[in-house]
């Protein structure tokens, strides 16, 4: 069975640094999906970035970056010049071919000014 | 296009009462799924469907029915609520293409509040 963990319920950056949001995750596929999406509290759940499995180059959108560590199961999320606008849940989810998406329990962030 | 749709936006049921929550898409996906959101675990999958007239269980789908009739809607009905059925409900939506896209489309959510 996938799982999904994301251990830090809480992380706060300053407005302008970086922060990087950890995920670990579990799956016995060799084929799969791994995703960032960003819940702000009007609550749509927004795609930040996909990263594919088979795929070695770390994915990148614009301010926001993965560091995807395929053998210890990691993925985790930078963004880098942080804005008031990034305050949200984050959460990170896994696919594989089976239809089944996990995700993670999710990360809020604050941005303080 | 309107993406994912999902009405109502709010909801407050009292105990033993049914309602379908309603899901529809303009994309032309072929895959939906249903989520609901709860403080601390996540988006866990209620059910999912691959096409009209195809549906599978979720995680966790006790206390929900679903039907695919159109490529369009996929609603979910909840036959009896119960206040463990309050909660955030997502539909989501994604097209079936081999080597992906994979990242699924997400409506703007359904808060039921069960009494």
């Known amino acids: 069975a996938q799982t999904v963990t994301q251990s830090q319920p809480e992380m706060s950056v300053q407005e302008a640094e970086t922060v990087t949001l950890s995920c670990t995750y579990d799956?016995?596929?060799?084929?799969?999906?791994l995703f960032w999406y960003k819940q702000p509290p009007s609550r749509q759940m927004i795609l930040v970035i996909r990263q594919e499995a088979y795929k070695q180059q770390n994915a990148t959108e614009n301010r926001f970056s993965v560091n995807f560590q395929k053998a210890a199961k990691s993925f985790s999320l930078k963004i880098s010049d942080s804005q008031l606008g990034d305050a949200a849940m984050y959460f990170c989810?896994?696919?594989?071919?089976?239809?089944?998406?996990?995700f993670g329990t999710g990360t809020r962030l604050k941005v303080l000014a | 296009n309107a993406g994912v749709t999902q009405t109502p936006k709010f909801q407050v049921l009292k105990t033993g009462q049914s309602m379908t929550l309603q899901c529809a898409q303009d994309m032309n996906h072929e895959y939906m799924s249903w989520y609901r959101q709860d403080p601390g675990m996540g988006l866990r999958l209620i059910h999912y469907s691959v096409g009209a007239g195809i549906t599978d269980q979720g995680e966790v789908p006790n206390g929900y029915n679903v039907s695919r009739s159109t490529t369009e809607d996929f609603p979910l009905r909840l036959l009896s609520a119960a206040p463990s059925q309050t909660s955030v409900y997502f539909c989501a939506s994604r097209a079936l293409l081999a080597g992906g896209p994979h990242e699924q489309y997400f409506g703007p959510g359904t808060r039921l509040t069960v009494t």
């Open positions: 799956t016995s596929e060799s084929d799969y999906y």
């Open positions: 989810a896994c696919t594989s071919g089976t239809y089944k998406y996990i």
